[in-house]
């Protein structure tokens, strides 16, 4: 499977599958390949010939031999069966062994043994990868497109950050002149290992793409693997330290001088180009109006601005901010053919300091929020992406650049959902606000339907919702959504929030009829009345009490605990 379309010398072949009978002593002989630089395609009088030897009941366990042939360096890792399946199976050694089979190899011996290794290494590679994801995006993971290469570039990158000297291999695999053919020869074994996953449900495929499956996600979300990953890691750096192909190098032909200087394993130009590594992150894609984006993408608004909206250089942009405490929100305009276009643009900066704590203190016990940039951000193109795919009036994602924290999406035009709750505060007549409490009693359904895909929007303040031109409620700001959050949340923050613009000298009639209004709406479409009812609660209501008046918080307080009533009405 991982085998170029090269040969090694016939002749040479026979040397070192001889030598290794002679090391095995009469033992079963499991496989034996050649790896490093000869199965790179890199032969020369200065490489030597890296041989894996896997013997069943090897009695030294793990032991390197070297022989020379005229002044070719024949270097053999000798392992025991056992200890190198276990190795494959879970990284018993640090992977120290089984990390040739990551590479290209060419066998001497057993073929269809080293093949179903190798498929069965790079499958718990692949999940370990993928359970990776999920932790590190647990809301964007559900959207992201996976070309097969990143498991390949991302498994051996991740290995040669543990053990330096790696990147020698990680060089001469990516070398300009045989990239190609190398990472087709290990693609084959990841590719087979990606059906037996679709099989299982782990994966799905999408347009030449593979998706994490959602049973996946949501089955690493609930389990306590990321300590677990760590320990893999550290245990992989230990025995790679112990155990790893170099350090054997080094003691073994440290006994000639003139042979170790000569070995181009360690030339000072070899570790100098090695770090001319590509990037796993350019196959990771974010799905976006645009088409997809690779999350390695690093374009800043000015470019994002010419490339988008087409504009010429001598175009003018226009960069002015909308405002946040604690977000850069920007709105850039650009005159293209002499008409105006417009995008949103949002920073994500880490919270930290005095700008999260108040916020923290604030809703503790009840509400725990995203505070790190990164989280956001993956939270923000997650949910807008999925609800609207749902079909939700939210702004499109136009692009996305992951390593500046940068979210480009659609500017809405529409009125804000805060100025039609003033207009209903501030009205004399009950009357004058029907066509304002039917927008209210809308926001309500479209609530109810996005809990009903298990999708909680997490910061639903009326300035975050647009009434938009043809009278469609529209979505804004979901950094702090998620799946299986707390719907009760939402429902209170509405509430509460909506209710801190009533009037002091105001009795709370008003509120009572935005409450009504929203709560019916949100039980006609299907919403859960538990969720409703628990908003009343004294976990809501301390949060919000800070900045809404005590008796406008008791009266929608008490119309959530009643709202049976308010549905059979």
Not at 232 to 238: D, E
Not at 529 to 553: C, L, N
Request: charged share 25%.
């Amino acid at each position: 499977m991982a085998q170029p379309h090269r040969l090694l010398d016939k002749s040479l072949a026979e040397q070192i599958v001889n030598f290794c009978s002679y090391i095995a002593n009469f033992r079963e002989i499991s496989g034996i390949c050649v790896c490093g630089d000869y199965a790179f395609g890199m032969p020369s009088a200065k490489t030597p010939v890296e041989v894996l030897l896997i013997v069943n009941g090897f009695p030294p366990r793990v032991m390197t031999y070297v022989k020379f042939y005229g002044d070719k360096a024949v270097i053999v890792y000798a392992v025991d069966k056992w200890v190198f399946e276990r190795d494959v199976d879970g990284g018993f050694l640090g992977e120290a062994f089984a990390v040739q089979l990551l590479f290209p190899y060419i066998p001497l011996k057993d073929e269809a043994y080293l093949k179903a290794e190798e498929v069965k290494l790079k499958r718990r590679l692949i999940l370990e990868l993928l359970e990776n994801l999920v932790l590190d995006f647990p809301e964007l993971s559900y959207e992201l497109r996976i070309k097969p290469e990143f498991f390949a570039y991302e498994a051996m990158l991740s290995r040669a950050r543990l053990f330096p000297p790696l990147f020698y291999n990680l060089s001469s695999f990516l070398r300009e002149d045989l990239r190609s053919d190398n990472l087709e020869c290990v693609m084959k074994g990841y590719l087979w290992a990606l059906e037996e996953l679709e099989k299982a449900k782990v994966v799905e495929r999408d347009d030449g793409f593979f998706k994490i499956s959602p049973e996946f996600a949501c089955n690493v979300k609930g389990q306590r693997i990321r300590f677990v990953n760590l320990l893999k890691s550290a245990q992989k750096a230990l025995f790679l330290s112990l155990l790893g192909t170099f350090p054997k190098i080094f003691r073994v032909l440290s006994q000639n001088r003139d042979i170790l200087l000569n070995f181009q394993i360690l030339t000072n130009e070899n570790f100098e180009a090695s770090f001319q590594i590509e990037d796993p992150e350019k196959y990771l894609f974010v799905p976006t109006a645009h088409g997809l984006v690779p999350l390695a993408n690093k374009i800043g608004i000015e470019a994002f601005a010419r490339k988008t909206l087409s504009a010429s250089v001598e175009a003018e942009i226009k960069v002015e901010k909308l405002g946040g405490v604690l977000n850069d929100v920007y709105l850039v305009r650009a005159k293209v053919n002499g008409e105006e276009r417009k995008f949103v643009v949002k920073s994500f900066k880490d919270w930290s300091g005095f700008k999260w704590f108040p916020l923290t203190l604030w809703t503790a016990g009840t509400k725990t929020f995203a505070l790190l940039g990164r989280s956001r951000l993956e939270r923000e193109c997650a949910i807008s992406q999925f609800l609207n795919s749902n079909g939700f009036a939210v702004p499109k994602l136009l692009n996305v650049s992951h390593h500046e924290r940068l979210v480009f999406m659609e500017y809405l035009e529409g009125e804000s959902l805060e100025k039609v709750v003033k207009r209903i505060m501030n009205a004399k007549v009950e009357g004058d606000v029907e066509k304002e409490l039917k927008v209210v009693h809308k926001v309500g359904e479209t609530f109810a339907k996005i809990h009903a895909l298990n999708v909680t929007l997490g910061d639903t303040k009326p300035e975050n919702i647009l009434l938009g031109k043809s009278g469609e409620i529209c979505l804004l700001d979901f950094e702090q959504a998620s799946r299986n959050g707390d719907k009760s949340w939402d429902i209170a923050e509405f509430l509460y929030y909506v209710g801190h613009y009533a009037s002091p000298f105001a009795g709370a009639r008003q509120a009572e009829l935005i409450t009504r209004a929203f709560i019916k709406g949100y039980l006609e479409a299907g919403g859960d009345i538990k969720a409703v009812k628990a908003a009343g609660k004294p976990k809501y209501t301390k949060v919000f009490s800070v900045f809404t008046f005590p008796h406008i918080v008791f009266a929608i307080s008490n119309l959530c605990k009643k709202a049976e009533q308010l549905r059979s009405v």
